[in-house]
């Protein structure tokens, strides 16, 4: 099993930065595709970002790109999520998935573990 540990959502005004944190365990952390989604109210979830076990392939959902860079700490076992220039439109809960079966994914199928969600809430 992988367990997902999430940390960093909150309140933000417009503009601002959050950054959010991924802890995982239960598995080398290496050995796992990761990504980040978010699901707004009345919203579909969608992906935010993903990056490859190597950290050398990443995807961004085009309404974040520019402002979001996702990130990897081997030596932490940790995914990131910085989110700069945070806009209204960004409030959704956002959600850390794992997928131990690929490289890399941005389909939300292959991710097999997924976080407890962490509320962003971005004021104007």
């Known amino acids: 099993q992988v367990q997902l540990v999430e940390s960093g959502g909150g309140l933000v005004q417009a503009g601002g930065s959050l950054r959010l944190s991924c802890a995982t365990s239960g598995r080398t952390f290496s050995s796992l595709a990761m990504g980040w989604f978010r699901q707004a109210p009345g919203k579909e979830r969608e992906i935010v970002a993903a990056?490859?076990?190597?950290?050398?392939?990443?995807y961004y959902v085009d309404s974040v790109k520019g402002r979001f860079t996702i990130s990897r700490d081997n030596a932490k076992s940790t995914v990131y999520l910085q989110m700069n220039s945070l806009k209204p439109e960004d409030t959704a809960v956002y959600f850390c998935a794992a997928a131990t079966k690929v490289l890399y994914s941005v389909d939300a199928g292959r991710y097999e573990y997924w976080g407890q969600g962490t509320q962003v809430t971005v004021t104007s």
């Open positions: 990056i490859s076990w190597s950290g050398g392939t990443t």
